[in-house]
């Protein structure tokens, strides 16, 4: 089992900066493949980032690209995806995932608000 808890959301005005943090405990973090996703008020959970197991590969919503970047550092058992020059557009639940294999877990996300 992973467990994993989302932090750093809040209310940021448009342009501004947030920093979401994804601390896993349990299984080895470093083996997972980890995302972010998120989900706005009465619409689908959408991808908004990945990275692989090492940091090597990250790929991006084009939404996002640009703006937002994923890192983790395996050392600490921690993900994070820094956003930039929000908009409020990007208000929505963010979800943290650890994935390998048929291994599949989610956060209890964390909501962002950005204001126009």
């Known amino acids: 089992q992973v467990q994993l808890v989302e932090t750093g959301g809040g209310l940021v005005q448009a342009g501004g900066s947030l920093r979401l943090s994804c601390v896993a405990s349990?299984?080895?973090?470093?083996?997972?493949?980890m995302g972010w996703f998120r989900q706005a008020p009465g619409k689908e959970r959408e991808f908004v980032a990945t990275?692989?197991?090492?940091?090597?590969?990250?790929s991006y919503a084009d939404s996002v690209k640009g703006r937002f970047t994923i890192s983790r550092d395996n050392a600490k058992n921690t993900g994070y995806l820094q956003m930039n020059s929000l908009k409020p557009e990007d208000t929505a639940v963010y979800y943290c995932?650890?994935?390998?294999?048929?291994?599949?877990?989610w956060g209890q996300g964390t909501q962002v608000t950005v204001s126009s």
């Open positions: 990275i692989s197991w090492n940091g090597g590969d990250t």
């Open positions: 349990g299984r080895t973090f470093s083996m997972y493949a």
């Open positions: 995932r650890a994935q390998r294999r048929s291994n599949d877990y």
